[in-house]
């Protein structure tokens, strides 16, 4: 069993990486995570944070770091990379555009919220702002949106764990969400390296 902790850019992240179902990921993964720690913003995912969280994690008895945060307006994935300037070991993931496009892409998540067995949305890294197509799919299925973005990203993802139907794993089968498949695999493939 391998020891790996999670550094995120926000309370979106942190609360996926938390939940039930992603831990059972990681175990069944052989892997043990030791902590989430959220930087509360990309933007403080920079190299004079990011060495400080590094060391908290390892003091904890990490041996890999795992750092998730959103593309946002970048260009690309390599710019993102570039800013936050992770050291070689760790394994940087960007999800595209952001980390709800991987909600989309969870369809047994996206029914139950909605409330339809018919919805399958097909390409949710198109969206540049997935948060709030979420939002406009509630108001067009059931009438009733989540809100405003800070408090609405949270109530959306409590409500999605609390369903126990928002599974990484189930994002990352969805064919036009690579960034989610990217990250279920490499994360699986650290339990492999114990």
Not at 68 to 74: E, G
Not at 89 to 102: G, H, K, P, R
Request: hydrophobic fraction near 45%.
């Amino acid at each position: 069993m391998i020891k790996v902790g999670f550094i995120v850019e926000g309370n979106t992240e942190f609360f996926l990486l938390k939940s039930a179902l992603f831990n059972e990921f990681l175990l069944k993964n052989n892997i043990e995570l030791v902590n989430v720690i959220n930087a509360g913003g990309s933007g403080n995912l920079l190299p004079h944070n990011i060495q400080a969280y590094i060391q908290l994690l390892e003091k904890s008895g990490a041996k890999k770091i795992v750092i998730l945060t959103d593309l946002d307006q970048d260009a690309c994935i390599t710019i993102t990379k570039d800013r936050i300037k992770a050291r070689p070991q760790d394994l940087v993931v960007i999800a595209v555009q952001q980390i709800e496009a991987w909600f989309l892409a969870c369809t047994p998540a996206m029914r139950q919220l909605l409330k339809t067995d018919e919805f399958f949305f097909p390409l949710p890294q198109a969206e540049q702002t997935p948060y709030q197509t979420i939002n406009r799919l509630m108001v067009d299925y059931t009438g009733k949106g989540i809100g405003n973005k800070a408090a609405g990203k949270m109530r959306l993802v409590k409500r999605l764990l609390e369903q126990h139907e928002l599974d990484l794993c189930i994002s990352a089968e969805h064919p036009a969400c690579p960034s989610a498949q990217y990250f279920i695999k490499k994360v699986a493939e650290l339990g492999l390296s114990s």
